[in-house]
C-alpha cells in the first residue's frame, strides 16, 4: 500500500512544480514507506534520503541501503523534540534550496488519503462487491492513518453509510481511546510506564500517539486494541496454517478482523489488508531469540489467544 502512496506524493508534487530534476526526495519513515519513495524515486532519477529512528528492524535499513537510499538514523524520541525522525527530515528539506528537496510529511501530506481514495479503496469494494456481493466491515490499524482514511470514506460514500470501518490499535497507541472516547490517550503514557517514545509496541510503523491530518479524514465508527502477544500469535498461526508470512502491521489486522467478527456474528463479509510481508521483520518480529526475551513467544495451538 505504500507504493501507491509514494507514487502520488511524488508525482503531485511534480504537477505541482515543487520539485526539480534530479531533486532529493526526504522523508521520515519507520521504514516502508521510505523504501517505496526510494524504488519511486531511483526510476524518476530523483535522490532519496530517509530518516528512521534506529530502533526499527534492521532488514528495513539495509534494504534502503540496497537501493541507494542515504539513510540517516536517528534516536526514537517524541514527536516535540527536534531530532524526532519527521522533524530531522523537514530541517534538512529546510536547510536546503528551493526546489532541490522534497519534504514528503506522508503523516501531514494528504495525498497520502487520496492516493487511497482513488485507489485501494474503489480496488477494495469491487472486489468485495464482486467476489461476496457486499462488503459489511473493513478493518485496518492507522500510523500515518491515510490507508484508513482514504478507504473509509470511499466506501462509506458509496455505501451510503452501510459498511462499518473499525481500527485496529497496536498497544502503546493513542488512537483506540481518541475514537472510543474522543481522547488521545494510552495507559502506556502513564508517568513511569513508557518504555519507549512512540509506542510500547514490537509493530513498526502503525499506533501514534498524535493525530495527524491524514487520520482526521478516517470516518471509524469503533476500534479494538490488540496487544502484541496477539499479534506474534496470529502472525505464527498464518505461517502454520496458510502458509503466508506476514509482518507485524497485517497481524494486527488480521487480530482486529477476528474481534470484528466476533462482534457481528456470522453472515458478513469483512475486510482488511495483509499489507506487510514478514520478510521486513526477521530480526524483532520473527525472531526466536528476540520473542523470548520479551515474553512473546508464540504457545497458542488455534486462535485461543484472542481477547473478545
Known sequence: VKDRVAKQIIEDAENEGKIMNGAMIVEGTAGSTGISLT?????????PVIFMPDDQ????????????????????????????????AQQFVQR????????????ENLSNFKAHYLTTGPELWEQAITGWGALDAVILAAGTGGTLAGISQYVKQISC??????????????????????????????????????TDS???????????????????????????LEAVEMANYILKNEGIFIGSSSAVNLVGAMKVAHQIGPGHVIATILCDSGNRHLSKFHNPNYLENTNLTPKANGLEFIQY
Open 161 to 198: 453509510n452501510k459498511t462499518k470501518v473499525f481500527l485496529a490499535d497496536p498497544q502503546g497507541s493513542g488512537l483506540y481511546n481518541r475514537v472510543k472516547y474522543g481522547v488521545m490517550y494510552s495507559t502506556t503514557e502513564a508517568e513511569g510506564t513508557r518504555k519507549r517514545h512512540q
Open 57 to 88: 528492524a534492521l532488514e528495513k535499513t539495509q534494504i534502503l541501503k540496497a537501493l541507494g537510499a542515504q539513510v540517516e538514523m536517528v534516536r526514537p524520541v517524541s514527536i516535540v523534540d527536534s531530532t524526532h525522525f519527521c522533524r530531522a
Open 202 to 228: 514490537i509493530t513498526e510503523g502503525i499506533g501514534i500517539n498524535r493525530q495527524t491530518a491524514n487520520f482526521n479524514m478516517a470516518k471509524v465508527d469503533d476500534a479494538f486494541k490488540v496487544s502484541d
Open 96 to 107: 536546503s534550496d528551493e526546489g532541490k528537496a522534497l519534504f514528503c510529511d506522508q503523516f
Open 39 to 47: 524504488m519511486i524515486s531511483r526510476a524518476k532519477g530523483y535522490k
